[in-house]
């Protein structure tokens, strides 16, 4: 049983650039969350993906959207990047029947200049 | 919103000493779940408590979800090296949507010295 992958693991980009982040979830597990982790922060929930469609939303501008495939594999789109956007991105995987049972990937190290 | 406060932010300890740390919130949980996160990783879920009261165990660690439901506890026996790490609370952070996510708390960094 594999679990979660992200990719890159690390990236730098600048400021206005658009971003693309990957995630691999668990096998069986149907639901992607996606958080991201300010410098010394716990994680903020930025959306959550079941069936290929966004079905919930935290505090973040549209700006910020994804995407779930029919693998339920997933990708977090950034656009119009900001230096405060520079942050540890985590993919969550879960099965929708089990609540809260989230396994996490390891994380894009996003750094903004 | 929903905060969750962590203390102590960050302690030092010696190999062999017991650890304390708590989680307080501004509201009502009905879950509690503590996660720990190594450097370079994501974080990995160590104890879940369901119920008001309840004291579970996970080898060395016990965690206790408090009675009044705004707090809960960790703590660590005889800490080891490996212990390092930063360790958070979470909890329900509602609905939006459809989706159920997590509120984290703001962590607790644990260094082990030998």
């Known amino acids: 049983e594999t679990g979660v992958t992200q990719s890159p693991t690390h990236l730098i980009k600048t400021r206005g650039q658009q971003v693309t982040l990957r995630c691999s979830s668990q096998s069986g597990h149907n639901t992607v969350s996606w958080y991201q982790q300010a410098l010394g922060q716990g994680p903020q929930f930025i959306f959550q993906?079941?069936?290929?469609?966004?079905?919930g939303r935290g505090n973040f501008p549209p700006r910020f959207s994804g995407l779930q495939f029919p693998n339920y594999s997933s990708e977090l789109n950034v656009n119009a990047l900001e230096l405060d956007d520079s942050a540890l991105y985590l993919c969550?995987?879960?099965?929708?029947?089990?609540?809260?049972?989230?396994?996490f990937g390891s994380g894009t190290r996003l750094t903004v200049v | 919103g929903q905060q969750l406060n962590q203390s102590p932010q960050s302690m030092f300890i010696q190999e062999g000493e017991d650890v304390s740390m708590n989680c307080t919130s501004s509201s009502i949980f009905n879950t509690w779940l503590w996660y720990k996160q190594d450097p370079g990783e994501g974080p990995v879920l160590l104890i879940a408590?369901?119920?008001?009261?309840e004291l579970t165990s996970n080898g060395r660690l016990t965690a206790q979800f408090g009675i009044t439901r705004k707090d809960s506890f960790l703590n660590i026996s005889a800490s080891i090296p490996s212990d390092v790490g930063i360790y958070f609370c979470?909890?329900?952070?509602?609905?939006?949507?459809?989706?159920?996510?997590?509120?984290f708390g703001t962590g607790t960094r644990l260094q082990v010295t030998l």
């Open positions: 408590l369901y119920k008001a009261g």
């Open positions: 993906y079941y069936r290929e469609e966004e079905n």
């Open positions: 969550a995987s879960s099965l929708a029947s089990v609540l809260y049972g989230y396994t």
């Open positions: 979470a909890g329900p952070g509602g609905y939006t949507g459809t989706a159920s996510k997590l509120t």
